[in-house]
């Protein structure tokens, strides 16, 4: 298997033309687990969490696709079919705290939880080997589960990589002062939009499900343990960084970057 034409297959659904602008204040909660990803999950108890996930099944080649920050399995939703007609057997995965699976205060969320959390789940799914397709945090906890020893992981595709990006100290501290989760739970509705279309270099009609579903989420009850999750992950990803030990790394690895990418490196903290 070669992982670039992997790779293009997987980036050229996420490239997205502009939207007329929808408001959901007064549209009914939609809670995490009613959210329709458009294929099915599984739970189960996951080194000592529930974690929901997605299997295509097959016997070609296994992936396992893990989302970014603030996000869910369901972000995948337009790759997972395409990838399962190409041969591939998909594993695409909610992290713990976000999505459908379980949301505890208790958690230790941080990038080594989750590469130990992914590394049991495909142990569980008996999965000798497989790529690991990150997505910007994700691709963090990719590359720690390979850092971390992990026996599953044949090939890294790391697609705008967190945990590569240097920080001053000023810069880590501001980023998880200003991050909270009263930050997140207060972000207005117009913010969410501008938050999510300025990720896309065309944002498209047939994108406005993500600011409805987040838009919509915020009026969950579970939605201050996913506030508190999203800080504690950025917290986390300044707190474990990778690029100190890319030298380690002793599988194949593919990266992909985004020419005008509005997030990493951030503009915002760099110029």
Known sequence: MKSLPLALLITVTMIAGCSS????????????????????????????????????????????????LASNAGFWRYNVPDLHAAGYRVIVVDLPGYGKSGKAYATPYGMKFYAETLDALLGHLDIKRATVVGHSMGSQIAMTMVL???????????????????????????????VTPEFVINTPEDRIRINLTSNFYNWRDELEWMVE?????????????????????????????????????????????????????NPYLHG
């Open 213 to 265: 579903e987040r838009a919509r989420m915020a009026k969950d009850p579970d939605f201050e343990r996913f506030a508190y999750t999203v800080s504690r992950c950025v917290a986390a990803m300044i707190e474990e960084p990778v690029w100190q030990k890319l030298g380690s790394i002793n599988v194949p690895v593919t990266i992909v970057g985004g020419e005008n990418d509005n997030l990493i490196p």
């Open 21 to 68: 602008a929808r408001f959901y204040h007064d549209a009914p909660p939609l809670l995490f687990d009613e959210v329709d990803y458009g294929f099915a999950m599984t739970k189960a108890d996951i080194n000592g969490v529930t974690v929901a996930w997605h299997d295509s099944g097959g016997k070609g080649p296994a992936l396992l696709l893990v989302h970014g």
């Open 148 to 178: 971390g020893g992990s026996p599953h992981v044949q090939k890294l595709i790391l697609l705008s990589p967190a945990g590569i990006e240097r920080f001053k100290d000023g810069e880590g501290r501001w980023l998880k002062g200003a």
